[in-house]
């Protein structure tokens, strides 16, 4: 019994030493390493959030409860988004680009499908250089310092400078009766402050006088009732570098069935003499529309001479007539010629035959190379001839630049029969140039360009 039990012990005890072996070989516990998500990129795959065993398996948490595909995490590069940049002009004041592609990934291309990379600011297009204008003296010179000549850029408010040097030679004039003195003796005349008159300025026949504004005006107003001219030149006369203005307080204006004019008030009239607008030059009439009066007066001849005028920069205005061509013999060609400048009026320039006597034929010369004519308001008459009754045979306009705004050029007003002989070769034209003929009828002689 005792051996039995031993055995029995001995087996139970084996059997127990099994088990116990058995129990130590434990099932694999996964040790998992997380790996973080990472967002795709335009250029780099991305992906979700899984973990890893060293076993090979992978997890979608960190219980390792759902188990993946390798690979299973990756999220797809996404591709360049370009948004496109407009090309833009550069100005004076900012630089300009060509078009452009820009991606929230910080590259740039050239196309809209991402395939040409570009450096960044490649597109970057330089400042234009300012385009300055044609300068005004904004500091007079004295016989002893300089002034100063200031330009502005015709497309920003930026402006440069440059110094005015004294004029040598000319006699400096800070009064009305120095002003008159100078005119008398002729040569250059310049002023040193602006001067206020009231009577005529004259340059005789024989005499040559250069005015030279020197940023300052010249201004006269006149109350009286008759013929008046702030300048007045049967010599030879140029103007430049200021404002010469005018005002008739009491003009001519017996238009229409009342009668004509019989006198004028202008800001420079012009009888037998020559006279030249320089650039920088303001003539300026301010007299109100309605009376007989002219910011230039070109008279008919006078005392052996034509009457002739220049215009090669400046500006012309009226609120009535800029420039009136008046013509009343053809023993004087009446001479105007416009070379550059600008002349604005109600009309810019008026070409008027005073007589009223069709056998006679004034002699008148428009020449237009260049400059602007405008009127004041749209459709009015920039250039304009009239007649009362004198023939037009002997006027002659030649137009070969130019540029015409606001309004038509147009000839044969009071249309008697004789014609202006006009030739256009070339100038802009907003309006027809053309002619009137009889019964209202009219004949165009060049159709707007513009
Ligand atoms: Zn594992
Ligand atoms: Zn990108
Ligand atoms: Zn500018």
Redesign the pocket.
């Known amino acids: 019994m005792k051996r039995t039990a031993k055995i029995l012990t001995f087996t139970l005890l084996a059997g127990m030493s099994v088990m116990a072996f058995a129990g130590c070989e434990k099932p694999h516990e996964h040790a998992l390493t997380k790996n973080e998500a990472k967002t795709a990129t335009?250029?780099e795959v991305g992906n979700t959030e899984y973990y890893s065993c060293e076993c090979g398996k992978f997890f979608e948490d960190a219980e390792a409860v759902t188990e993946i595909t390798s690979g299973s995490w990756v999220t797809e590069a996404t591709g360049?988004?370009p948004v496109k940049y407009e090309a833009k002009t550069a100005t004076c004041t900012e630089v300009g680009n060509t078009e452009y592609y820009s991606?929230?990934?910080g590259?740039f291309f050239e196309d809209a499908e991402?395939v040409t990379e570009i450096e960044a600011d490649s597109w970057v297009i330089e400042k234009e250089e300012h385009v300055y204008d044609k300068g005004v003296i904004t500091t007079g010179s004295t016989a002893t310092t300089n002034g100063v000549k200031t330009y502005t850029c015709i497309n920003c408010p930026q402006t440069k400078t440059e110094d005015v040097l004294p004029v040598v030679g000319g006699v400096y004039v800070n009064s009305l009766e120095a002003l008159v003195t100078a005119f008398a003796n002729g040569g250059t005349v310049v002023l040193e402050n602006n001067i206020v008159s009231n009577q005529r300025i004259s340059v005789a026949k024989g005499k040559e006088v250069v005015l030279d504004l020197n940023g300052y005006t010249l201004s006269g107003a006149f109350n009286n009732q008759g013929t008046s001219a702030l300048l007045y030149n049967e010599g030879t006369l140029t103007v430049k570098n200021g404002k010469v203005v005018s005002l008739a307080q009491y003009p001519d204006v017996d238009w229409g069935e009342e009668g004509f004019p019989t006198y004028a008030s202008n800001t420079i009239t012009n009888r037998g003499g020559v006279l030249t607008i320089e650039e920088g030059a303001i003539i300026e009439n301010e007299t109100n529309v309605g009376g007989a009066s002219y910011a230039i007066d070109n008279q008919y001849g006078w005392n052996g001479a034509p009457s002739k005028v220049f215009v090669n920069g400046g500006l012309i205005k009226a609120k009535d007539v800029a420039i009136r061509v008046c013509a009343s013999t053809k023993d004087y060609d009446n001479y105007l010629e416009i070379n550059d400048g600008t002349i604005v009026g109600k009309r810019a320039i008026w070409i008027h035959l005073t007589g009223s006597d069709a056998s006679v034929a004034p002699k008148a010369t428009v020449v237009i190379n260049g400059g602007t004519l405008s009127c004041h308001t749209a459709e009015g008459l920039v250039i304009y001839s009239y007649s009362y009754g004198n023939s037009f045979a002997n006027t002659n306009v030649t137009i070969n630049g130019g540029t015409f705004l606001n309004g038509w050029v147009a000839f044969g007003g009071g249309y008697t029969g004789d014609t202006e002989t006009v030739t256009v070769n070339s100038g802009v034209f907003e309006y027809d140039v053309f002619r009137y003929l009889a019964n209202d009828q009219t004949e165009i002689i060049f159709s707007a360009n513009k």
């Open positions: 335009c250029t360049h988004t991606c929230a990934c590259k991402a």
